[in-house]
Nanobody, 123 residues
Framework: VQLQASGGGLVQAGDSLRLLCVAS????????VAWFRQAPGKEREFVGV????????VIDDSVKGRFTISRDNAKNTVYLQMNSLKPEDTAAYYCAAARGSYGSRDRSDYRYWGQGTQVTVSS
């Protein structure tokens, strides 16, 4: 399966963005999907994960209350809604599909990765 992340851009602090992760090649409706991000010079870090049925959603404490994840399996799409953006949210954002129906913070859970979309938040 190929994943395409999009929706990034340059915004001001306090703005909102919605990132999309679209799967092609085959459905990922049975797979958990996570978002990670990587700022320059830093390791890739977990942002959140949604299970195959949306019954389980885990958001990292660093963005909890500002970011949410949802999915539309009919559209083979997972969304990352980012509100109240801060300059420290600036990073390349990656989506990844897990090997199974549930995923964790561990990058090794994820078999398929998108190419990343850049989010830049100015102060």
């Amino acid at each position: 399966v190929q994943l395409q992340a999009s929706g990034g851009g340059l915004v001001q602090a306090g703005d909102s963005l919605r990132l999309l992760c679209v799967a092609s090649g085959r459905t990922f409706s049975n797979n958990a999907v996570a978002w990670f991000r990587q700022a320059p010079g830093k390791e890739r870090e977990f942002v959140g994960v949604i299970s195959w049925s949306s019954s389980s959603i885990v958001i990292d404490d660093s963005v909890k209350g500002r970011f949410t994840i949802s999915r539309d399996n009919a559209k083979n799409t997972v969304y990352l809604q980012m509100n109240s953006l801060k300059p420290e949210d600036t990073a390349a954002y990656y989506c990844a599909a897990a090997r199974g129906s549930y995923g964790s913070r561990d990058r090794s859970d994820y078999r398929y990765w998108g190419q990343g979309t850049q989010v830049t938040v100015s102060s």
